[in-house]
């Protein structure tokens, strides 16, 4: 079993849901609702796996709230 942090955004343009993994080329995809996402990011991944391990390029480390004035 692997274990991926996705990080999900709602595109403003197309009310689509977004997701990528951070660091994982090719491991991203859309759907109309969180759990579509859900399943089509499972569906890509898992195709990436069939090649073999990752090869990461980086780590999801957290979210940070910058404030400007």
């Given at each position: 079993?692997?274990?991926?942090?996705a990080i999900?955004?709602?595109?403003?343009?197309t009310?689509?849901?977004?997701g990528?993994?951070p660091?994982?080329p090719?491991a991203?995809?859309?759907?109309?609702?969180?759990?579509e996402?859900?399943?089509?990011?499972?569906?890509v991944i898992?195709m990436?796996?069939?090649d073999?391990?990752p090869?990461?390029?980086?780590?999801?480390?957290?979210?940070?709230v910058?404030?400007?004035?």
């Amino acid at each position: 079993m692997h274990k991926f942090t996705a990080i999900i955004e709602k595109c403003s343009e197309t009310g689509l849901y977004v997701g990528y993994v951070p660091g994982f080329p090719g491991a991203h995809s859309q759907g109309q609702t969180l759990d579509e996402l859900h399943k089509n990011l499972q569906e890509v991944i898992s195709m990436l796996l069939e090649d073999g391990e990752p090869s990461l390029e980086g780590e999801f480390v957290g979210t940070h709230v910058v404030m400007v004035a």
